[in-house]
């Protein structure tokens, strides 16, 4: 009997009429690209998701999840703005060491003329009506009443003889990072303190701590998300969350292989984020990075780039994700946004860039920190974060049609004589395969050069093991348009037109 059967026994005599099922040729399906934000709950939460995986389908559960004002549900409620159908999990996290950040808004004088306080609270304007006559205490005390009753904010406030006190609503640094200021927009859109009052700003502070990663990490186990949020970009973390994407032992291990890549953020000047790119060499991480005059806090940046990044690469995971719109960011004012040369500076140190058009801030290059080799030559291999996700795609597709296909096969060397309908499989049979899996793959715009794989293409059955088939494949991916430099050679008359 040449074919094979799974179940159907070969010695069956009763009659007469039997069939089972076989998919291995029917599978099509890719896999799911889930999104994980990770992030903190306010100190208020009772523990009850803290430090569990959640899939969260709604902004009001993320609020249920990490309470209002949180950096969880901020964080979930930007990546909606750009990735309204995503798969979304969320491991809200708490911290219990450390400090909570302050501000302090100092009102003085009395209002000699009815207007409005326009007050920013990262980037969330918070707006309270001022009396004519009104004191600088009775104009306080409007404005905390405004903040509070704004349950979204990431700041509580409480008012006091003029002064104005904000708290974080969390413990930990990432509080300080919580911009405030008055009259954003400037008089030009209507924005100016009432007649009679003066305000002054103490800007967010003393908040101290992060939460604690190696928990974070636990909670994961092998569950894959190909687009990971980080808020947090401090060294701790970053070089946790290194170890868990690391090629030998993380999940691109070959023993995981769940693969993903993590976007973060982090605000600073030029010389501030060149040296935090210079101290890192991490592939699996994205750094996004934040003028100080943007808005916004980095975990919002953060938020913004996964979604952007998640919606581009799950429609084509080898196009470039450059000009993607990041929703719910606001640029820094025109005079504080990075020049051209200082985005060079950035890229060339293993900071991702972003720029403003057309009303939105958008990713300009989304690279990598990784930028040299294990003897520190310079190494472009892994520069474009796209490049991880196009790898992961590729490898997904082989491991889904040889799992499929020859999931239960027997091998045999090329050359064996084997009735058709035998599952059996040989070298020569799975390079064939994977020509032609190259050949849809180019066709779908993921690779070039079909014929040079071809003739690069190593199929080999293992020496030492002969149930192992060992396979050198050498793919060479599609690139992104990235620069296009035109020399406008021009003249005032072509000489055969005189």
Sequence with gaps: MAIGFSNIPADIRVPLFYAEMDNSAANSASST??????????????????????????????????????????MYETFRKADPIGEIWCLPLHNAEGAIAKGVLTLTGTATQAGVLNLYVGGVRVQATVVNGATAAQAATALAQKINATADLPVSAAAAEGVVTLNAKWTGDSGNDISLQFNRLGKSNGEDTPAGLTTAITAMTGGAGVPDQVAAIAALGDEPFEFIALPWSDLSTLNTWQAVMDDSTGRWSWAKQLFGHVYSAKRGTVGTLVAAGQARNDQHMTIQALEPGVPQPFWVQAAALAARTAVFISADASRPTQSGSLPGVDPAPASERFTLTERQSLLNYGIATAYYEGGYVRIQRSITTYQKNAYGQADNSYLDSETMHQSAFIVRRLQSVITSKYGRHKLASDGTRFGAGQPIVTPATIRGELIAQYAKLELEGHVENAELFAEHLIVERDVQDPSRVNVLFPPDYINGLRVFALLNQFRLQYDDAA
């Design 33 to 74: 690209l889930r999104r994980l934000i990770v992030a903190q709950v306010n100190d208020n939460i009772a523990p009850t998701e803290v430090g569990k995986l959640v899939l969260v389908s709604s902004v009001a559960l993320a609020k249920s999840i990490g309470g209002q004002g949180s950096m969880l549900a901020s």
